[in-house]
């Protein structure tokens, strides 16, 4: 089981970056997945999560509203739409899977992970 993590870089806040996760999981299916971000010197916090049937979606209070999780099952892939970025969104991003119905807000619910994608939002 492998998750890569992609479409970071560097934006200006107010800016907009696509995540994307691709899952090398068999049955994708059965797998709900979730987004986390980590700062240098903090810990992991959860951003984002979807269940398997793809519609049971959970946010952050600080991703609620700018952010959309999202996933498209023949291609394996779950992506998170950011918009509106902020300088406190800066992080490193990781998605993770579970083989459950629903996502988890909790890191230690997971038990794969991506290498992570760096996303730097300039003030």
């Known amino acids: 089981v492998q998750l890569q993590a992609s479409g970071g870089g560097l934006v200006q806040a107010g800016g907009s970056l696509r995540l994307s996760c691709v899952a090398s999981v068999r049955p994708f299916a059965q797998y709900s997945i979730g987004w986390f971000r980590q700062a240098p010197g903090k810990e992991r916090e959860f951003v984002a999560t979807i269940g398997r049937r793809g519609y049971d979606t959970s946010y952050s209070d600080s991703a609620k509203g700018r952010f959309s999780i999202s996933r498209v099952s023949s291609d394996n892939t779950v992506t998170l739409e950011m918009n509106n970025l902020e300088f406190a969104d800066t992080s490193t991003y990781y998605c993770?899977?579970?083989?459950?119905?629903?996502?988890?807000?909790?890191?230690?619910?997971?038990?794969?992970w991506g290498q992570g994608t760096l996303v730097t939002v300039s003030s």
């Open positions: 993770a899977a579970r083989k459950t119905l629903f996502g988890s807000r909790s890191p230690d619910d997971y038990n794969t």
